[in-house]
């Protein structure tokens, strides 16, 4: 079967880093996303993986490795604000999106 | 940027009475539509997939009566929650992939159903 594995919780300082990791098994590979959700909001997106290698966006990177089937999202100096939960999710070879539990992530001053 | 809108954000009702939620891509073409329902504290799970011109395809569990989806244009897909009742309260949510790229999804802002 198809399955996604994040931590459940997680919990930093304002200010440090924190890296949430993602590993998957799933029929075929289209890509790999992050996603942020806000409580009681819709997931807004991240970043998109498809190659191996680390993307860098901001204070947000996202890395993958294809054959480890693993993936992590690094969030450098943390701000409140980033409370939140880390969606990971595996687009398969259908183009359907496989999604993990989300990572709730908890940010203390 | 991509823009998915989607209507309403809340919406009340009486439980018996059918609602209509709307989710539309506002500056790219949409051939395929995903419904979400996310109950709280919990992880999103796909509803169905609507593609346009075509019945959707639901996920095993989901009652295709109860949960009626119509994509009749490449920029709209409605979800229409029929005969609703408390247990069917929950946020609903659409995402749209941009039929140009072909991987790029996005998502609409959530819709929160109350069924009094």
């Known amino acids: 079967g198809q399955n996604i594995d994040q931590p459940t919780e997680m919990t930093a300082t304002e200010g440090a880093i924190v890296q949430i990791n993602c590993t998957y098994q799933?029929?075929?590979?289209?890509?790999l996303f992050w996603y942020q959700q806000h409580a009681g909001e819709a997931p807004t997106f991240l970043s998109y993986?498809?190659l191996d290698g680390l993307e860098e966006k901001g204070r947000f990177s996202s890395f993958l490795s294809r054959s480890k089937g693993y993936s992590y999202l690094l969030l450098k100096e943390l701000q409140m604000k980033d409370s939140a939960s880390y969606l990971c999710?595996?687009?398969?070879?259908?183009?359907?999106?496989?999604w993990g539990a989300g990572t709730k992530l908890i940010i203390k001053p | 940027g991509a823009v998915v809108s989607q209507h309403p954000s809340w919406v009340i009702c009486k439980s018996g009475t059918s609602v209509k939620i709307e989710c539309r891509s506002l500056?790219?073409?949409?051939?395929?539509m995903f419904w979400y329902r996310q109950f709280p504290k919990q992880s999103l799970m796909l509803m169905a997939t609507?593609?346009?011109?075509?019945?959707?395809?639901?996920e095993q569990g989901v009652e295709k009566d109860k949960f009626l989806i119509n994509h009749a244009s490449l920029t709209l897909s409605t979800l229409t929650v029929t005969s609703a009742h408390p247990e069917d309260s929950s946020f609903y949510i659409c995402?749209?992939?941009?039929?140009?790229?072909?991987?790029?999804?996005?998502f609409g802002e959530g819709s929160w159903l109350t069924v009094v």
């Open positions: 999710a595996v687009m398969d070879s259908n183009y359907q999106l496989i």
């Open positions: 993986n498809v």
């Open positions: 799933t029929s075929g590979f289209n890509g």
């Open positions: 500056d790219f073409q949409a051939t395929t």
């Open positions: 609507s593609n346009e011109g075509s019945k959707a395809t639901y």
């Open positions: 995402s749209a992939r941009d039929t140009g790229t072909e991987v790029t999804i996005y």
